[in-house]
Nanobody, 122 residues
């Protein structure tokens, strides 16, 4: 069993930055690809970014390319999502998930965190 926990959400003005963290703990938590998804009120959850276990595959959703950066620190099984130039439309609950391969689809992930709220004000 792997536990996934996100942190770092909050309120920020448009144009600002936030860094989300995600720790995967438990059985071989470092052996998983890690993905970030988000869900805004009234909308379906959508893919944001993913990084493979060996950091040889990284994918981003088109609207965040050039603004968001995903990285991982293998030593402590932590994945980060640095979000720059935030827009109001980036407001959502952000979820971290662990899966066997780095894919953009939700069904590719096995373990999910509870999410952390990001609110971007105009």
């Amino acid at each position: 069993q792997v536990q996934v926990a996100e942190s770092g959400g909050g309120l920020v003005q448009a144009g600002g930055s936030l860094v989300l963290s995600c720790e995967a703990s438990g059985r071989t938590g470092s052996g998983y690809a890690m993905g970030w998804f988000r869900q805004a009120p009234g909308k379906a959850r959508e893919f944001v970014a993913t990084i493979s276990r060996d950091v040889d595959r990284i994918y981003y959703e088109d609207s965040v390319k050039g603004r968001f950066t995903i990285s991982r620190h293998r030593a402590d099984n932590t994945v980060y999502l640095r979000m720059n130039s935030l827009k109001v439309e980036d407001s959502a609950r952000y979820y971290c998930a662990a899966g066997h391969i780095a894919v953009t689809e939700e069904r590719g992930y096995v373990y999910w965190g509870q999410g952390t709220q990001v609110t971007v004000s105009a």
